[in-house]
């Protein structure tokens, strides 16, 4: 999801808005209805005040659609078709009244006037895409059909709705085109940060992704530069140093004082050593990717482990089930596995380790004190507890940069008189079994 947020946010605005508008257009839609409605029923009036002098007058029914067919109208004669208007037909609006007329009226005085009052009641229909007017009085009804009105069309509310929400979806399908260079950026900058240190984020156009992500470019370029630089100073001087260091081992043993050929060999090896550790250090921070990775056996890359500590089997017990496998770089993860070995035999006063694994971390127990500064300190570069120890301070922070290229890291405990380093798995790569 929050890969996604931004992407999120905007269909979530874009429904949002959707749902705003439709819901607006709805609500008009409704309102234009019934004002349409009440427009057209107020043709009732005319047809009632028409019926009721066809009433009053007692005049032919030709005459009566005579006056109605002036105003669009005509009578359904047909029972059956009014029974079935009337029970099939929708009712728009119904609406009763009181009509009041002048009555003549004879008694032993003489004629008189007297008002009259009618109940009425006057129903708009809708069938089969007609209005009817179905008008109730107390001497009768009558169902009349109106040949000029129509029935309510929502066509230029439709049209609007339709061209809104058109605009709408256009706007944010532009919207979402212009991110999509930011979603490619973001999946280039993930390689590159994985190790593909040659994919281009170079975008055409002038805008401000493009703008952000040839600044990338420019940048993975001085990186480049400066990364090979590093790599090719780093590798020369190894080289240039390696040569005068054989030099001086064959030039050892011309020496006759056995004191001095001793002392000048052990400068020698110290120095053999370091250029070791340093190829070493730059093999693992100049690895780009896990192609040299493969499965194996923890049991088989222990073993390699102490064969390259060159140590007595004696030294190391361990407690590995044989079916466990790693996947690693074989080379970079014994080597760390015989840094750690070399460590635990060197400050244990028994000279001796145990490696166990227990629910996917692997553990190296050795007797001893603890160590005296919290663990960032030692995995920093050139710094130890002892200068006097036969050794430049490498060890653990060439396991930690081995660790972090396997996506692990290290971790340290003391408990009753024993130093436990570990190698702890990050939750999405456990060791396999």
């Given at each position: 999801?929050?890969?996604?947020?931004?992407?999120?946010?905007?269909?979530?605005?874009?429904?949002?808005?959707?749902?705003?508008?439709?819901?607006?257009?709805?609500?008009?839609?409704?309102?234009?209805r019934i004002q349409y409605i009440d427009h057209i029923f107020s043709k009732y009036s005319v047809i009632t005040q028409i019926y009721r002098q066809h009433q009053q007058r007692k005049s032919s029914e030709i005459m009566l659609e005579a006056n109605l067919a002036v105003y669009k109208l005509q009578t359904q004669k047909d029972k059956k078709m009014q029974e079935h208007v009337l029970s099939k037909g929708k009712i728009l609006k119904r609406e009763g009244f009181q009509s009041v007329d002048d009555a003549i009226m004879l008694n032993s005085q003489g004629i008189y006037t007297q008002k009259v009052v009618s109940d009425l009641r006057a129903t708009m229909i809708q069938h089969k895409n007609m209005i009817y007017f179905y008008i109730q009085t107390p001497q009768g009804s009558i169902l009349i059909q109106d040949e000029e009105l129509k029935p309510y069309r929502p066509w230029s509310i439709l049209y609007s709705y339709a061209t809104m929400i058109g605009i709408i979806s256009i706007s944010f399908f532009l919207i979402l085109k212009k991110l999509q260079p930011l979603?490619?950026?973001?999946?280039?900058?993930?390689?590159?940060?994985?190790?593909?240190?040659?994919?281009?984020?170079?975008?055409?156009?002038?805008?401000?992704?493009?703008?952000?992500?040839?600044?990338?470019?420019?940048?993975?370029?001085?990186?480049?530069?400066?990364?090979?630089?590093?790599?090719?100073?780093?590798?020369n001087i190894m080289h240039e140093l390696k040569t005068p260091i054989a030099k001086g081992r064959i030039a050892t043993h011309m020496l006759e004082s056995p004191k001095q050929r001793d002392r000048f060999s052990s400068i020698f090896g110290r120095l053999e050593s370091?250029?070791?550790?340093?190829?070493?250090?730059?093999?693992?921070?100049?690895?780009?990717?896990?192609?040299?990775?493969?499965?194996?056996?923890?049991?088989?890359?222990?073993?390699?482990?102490?064969?390259?500590?060159?140590?007595?089997?004696?030294?190391?017990?361990?407690?590995?089930?044989?079916?466990?496998?790693l996947y690693a770089n074989y080379?970079?993860?014994?080597?760390?596995?015989?840094?750690?070995?070399?460590?635990g035999i060197k400050y244990s006063p028994d000279g001796h380790v145990t490696i166990h694994y227990i629910?996917?971390?692997?553990?190296?127990?050795?007797?001893?004190?603890?160590?005296?500064?919290?663990?960032?300190?030692?995995?920093?570069?050139?710094?130890?507890?002892?200068?006097?120890?036969?050794?430049?301070?490498?060890?653990?922070?060439?396991?930690?940069?081995?660790?972090?290229?396997?996506?692990?890291?290290?971790?340290?405990?003391?408990?009753?008189?024993?130093?436990?380093?570990?190698?702890?798995?990050?939750?999405?790569?456990?060791?396999?079994?």
């Open positions: 999801m929050k890969q996604h947020a931004v992407l999120i946010t905007v269909l979530f605005a874009l429904s949002v808005t959707l749902f705003g508008v439709s819901a607006i257009f709805y609500e008009f839609y409704k309102i234009n979603i490619r950026l973001r999946r280039k900058i993930a390689l590159f940060g994985n190790g593909n240190l040659q994919i281009s984020f170079k975008t055409p156009g002038s805008d401000e992704i493009a703008l952000v992500a040839n600044e990338l470019d420019s940048a993975r370029k001085k990186i480049n530069t400066i990364l090979d630089s590093r790599t090719l100073f780093l590798r370091l250029v070791n550790e340093f190829a070493m250090i730059e093999e693992v921070t100049s690895l780009g990717d896990k192609k040299d990775f493969s499965e194996y056996r923890l049991v088989d890359i222990i073993d390699g482990a102490i064969d390259l500590a060159m140590v007595d089997r004696e030294c190391v017990s361990i407690d590995v089930d044989a079916s466990i496998k080379k970079l993860y014994t080597t760390a596995i015989k840094n750690m070995i070399d460590n629910e996917g971390e692997l553990h190296f127990e050795s007797k001893g004190k603890c160590i005296a500064h919290p663990l960032h300190y030692y995995v920093e570069p050139f710094t130890k507890d002892n200068p006097s120890k036969n050794s430049f301070g490498l060890g653990l922070y060439l396991v930690d940069s081995i660790l972090k290229v396997h996506d692990q890291v290290l971790a340290h405990e003391y408990e009753d008189g024993v130093n436990r380093f570990i190698f702890v798995s990050n939750a999405q790569h456990k060791f396999l079994s």
